[in-house]
């Protein structure tokens, strides 16, 4: 009986233990906030984003959330899929790298439930040289490489369309897909690509459209044609801080809206991007 009652002791002595150590994590007053005025909560927030310029506007932000309290983890994603299941599975706190109609779009395809918190830059897409070096220059059955995500193909087709080169049926705006070419004058071919790959197949075709972004991780210059800033891209696909449903007014949530909806980070995208990246605040 004794070796009983000392075995039951020293298990709820355990168990006591345990529990305190949870208890302790972060410096806590009484009323169970820690110093940093927040309830319990972990004060990292991890945040997935697209290289260029997601990350880099991110990473200007830092040190304005570290005043605050937080600590921001950045991490980078070269494709448009893993943020969203990253943040739908709870490994992120909010991604940064999608406009809203391809968000829509791949919560309806994944059954995934994230949410825009914030509109915060807008890229303008653009057509690039391949082998053809001026659009003047456009001859049959070129090639032109086009991201392969419904939005994204719907804008390389609208700025095809503004060349010249094809006709869309009537009304079909931000739905566009190959499917909807009404009139090809040149005949030509267009190679649907996932978006990060355009850039890289630049030497196999005529012309490439390709998203701001990965032009610019691409080294890529002297665009020959762009998205103008009061056409139906431009107010369609500014790129938000994206949040899992219900999150959007969360502590971590509203830290980074209030950073990133700056004038810090207005200027760093003037004058760091020259125009291949425009803010939208």
């Known amino acids: 009986?004794?070796?009983?009652?000392?075995?039951?002791?020293?298990?709820?002595?355990?168990?006591?233990?345990?529990?305190?150590?949870?208890?302790?994590?972060?410096?806590?007053?009484?009323?169970?906030?820690?110093?940093?005025?927040?309830?319990?909560?972990?004060?990292?927030?991890?945040v997935g984003a697209g290289i260029t310029p997601h990350a880099e506007i991110l990473n200007e932000v830092k040190e304005d959330l570290a005043e605050e309290g937080w600590e921001l983890e950045v991490i980078e994603y070269n494709d448009y899929v893993l943020p969203n299941t990253a943040l739908e599975d709870g490994n992120l706190d909010a991604n940064y790298f999608q406009h809203l109609p391809y968000l829509e779009n791949f919560n309806e395809e994944n059954g995934t439930h994230l949410v825009g918190a914030a509109a915060v830059h807008f890229e303008p897409?653009?057509?690039?040289?391949?082998?053809?070096?001026?659009?003047?220059?456009?001859?049959?059955g070129a090639t032109i490489a086009v991201p392969n995500d419904t939005t994204n193909e719907a804008r390389a087709l609208l700025l095809l369309e503004e060349q010249g080169w094809i006709d869309l049926k009537d009304g079909v705006g931000v739905t566009?897909?190959?499917?909807?070419?009404?009139?090809?004058?040149?005949?030509?071919?267009i190679k649907e690509l996932e978006a990060a790959q355009v850039p890289k197949s630049i030497q196999d075709v005529d012309f490439a459209v390709i998203n701001g972004n990965y032009a610019m991780e691409a080294g890529l210059t002297d665009p020959l044609a762009v998205e103008a800033s009061?056409?139906?891209?431009?107010?369609?696909?500014?790129?938000?801080?994206?949040?899992?449903?219900?999150?959007?007014?969360?502590?971590?949530?509203k830290a980074l809206v209030n950073v990133l909806l700056s004038d810090k980070v207005r200027d760093y995208i003037n004058e760091n991007y020259q125009g291949a990246v425009k803010p939208v605040f």
Do not use: H
């Not at 233990?17 to 007053?29: L, P, T, Y």
């Not at 566009?176 to 071919?189: G, K, M, Q, S």
């Not at 431009?234 to 938000?240: Q, R, S």
């Open 230 to 253: 009061d056409s139906l891209a431009a107010e369609t696909y500014a790129n938000y801080l994206c949040v899992r449903e219900g999150e959007e007014e969360s502590e971590k949530t």
């Open 1 to 46: 009986m004794k070796a009983k009652f000392l075995g039951f002791a020293l298990a709820a002595a355990l168990v006591v233990g345990a529990v305190g150590g949870c208890g302790k994590s972060g410096n806590s007053n009484e009323s169970g906030k820690t110093e940093s005025g927040v309830s319990g909560e972990n004060k990292t927030i991890t």
């Open 176 to 189: 566009a897909t190959v499917l909807d070419i009404e009139e090809n004058f040149y005949d030509i071919e």
């Open 125 to 140: 897409m653009a057509i690039y040289a391949g082998k053809t070096k001026s659009l003047d220059d456009i001859a049959k």
